[in-house]
């Protein structure tokens, strides 16, 4: 396996959601991991991501707009690792937990119902970006409570305060 860095296209494409938030050229793509579980899995455990080789384009900038929200998705893997969160531990605990069961750890909440940005678990906060990426493809505007809980991120991207909770308790009903 070897790991590539970002091309300048893909860090273009991570800053339009992350701004300032990712130090893009500390950056690597992995393609072809040998230890990711089967099927179309990516992981991002320690501020790299890690592709299935036949998932990987050589440039996600490049590629249809929904492997760039895929990308766009596991790059918040990288913001929330170099910002001070443990993904590979948070990922651990959704496993433990049963949150990667039917996907229950990905699915959102009522955003009416969400205070900030910092209550979602690892890949809530991954979803909504990837939505919000999507939204902007789209040329549509955010929704209000969208965009309620992503002004604070956009604002300043740095902000440890934004960092999901380690140990989530609760998912959305299956």
Do not use: K
């Not at 205070?115 to 970006?129: S, W, Y």
């Amino acid at each position: 396996m070897s790991l590539r860095p970002l091309t300048a296209a893909e860090t273009a494409l991570a800053r339009s959601i992350y701004g300032c938030g990712i130090d893009y050229a500390r950056v690597r793509i992995g393609r072809g991991t040998w230890w990711l579980p089967p099927g179309n899995t990516a992981m991002a455990p320690r501020g790299h991501i890690h592709f299935p080789a036949l998932s990987c384009p050589a440039d996600f900038a490049a590629a249809d707009t929904n492997t760039q929200a895929w990308f766009i998705h596991e790059m918040a893997h990288v913001w929330q690792y170099q910002n001070g969160f443990p993904v590979w531990l948070g990922g651990v605990w959704l496993a433990v937990s049963g949150g990667y069961w039917r996907q229950r750890a990905y699915r959102l909440p009522d955003l009416a119902q969400t205070t900030v940005f910092a209550d979602l678990n690892m890949e809530q906060q991954a979803e909504l970006l990837r939505h919000c990426f999507l939204h902007r493809c789209r040329g549509q505007t955010l929704p209000a409570d969208m965009q309620r809980l992503l002004q604070p991120f956009f604002d300043h991207p740095q902000n440890p305060a934004l960092l999901p909770p380690l140990f989530p308790l609760t998912y959305q009903p299956t």
